[in-house]
């Protein structure tokens, strides 16, 4: 992978951690703004469509990075044998917050150097 689509695959990968944030403020603002004469608003999003549309490409990017990176983690061959099973689950339940995390680790650095020497 070039480093552009490395980019491009952290930025797919911090939207979920950005979209929550944003859909809360907005949710808050809309629960705080709602009154018996006015419905809720979304500031942020405009309106409960465009929120609706968000959450939905951003769950089904959601499922789409999580096969992105559980087929990484057994493919790649910096992760550890004895430490891919335990990224997978990681990954799985950690989802939003561990993506960033494993690319950081197993993408986006350089493949280790080899230290295996041994010295006697």
């Not at 709602?34 to 469509?49: C, E, L, M, R």
């Amino acid at each position: 992978m070039g480093k552009a689509g490395k980019i491009v695959l952290f930025i797919a990968s911090i939207w979920p951690i950005v979209y929550t944030i944003l859909f809360f403020i907005s949710f808050l603002f809309a629960w705080h703004n709602t009154t018996a004469t006015n419905p809720p608003s979304f500031p942020i999003f405009g309106s409960f469509a465009v929120l609706f549309t968000f959450h939905i490409v951003t769950m089904l990017e959601i499922i789409v990075l999580l096969v992105i990176y559980i087929r990484n983690v057994f493919k790649n061959k910096d992760v550890p044998q004895d430490k891919r099973t335990l990224w997978a689950v990681i990954l799985f339940f950690g989802s939003i917050i561990a993506m960033p995390i494993y690319w950081y680790f197993y993408i986006w650095q350089n493949p280790s150097v080899s230290s295996s020497t041994t010295s006697k």
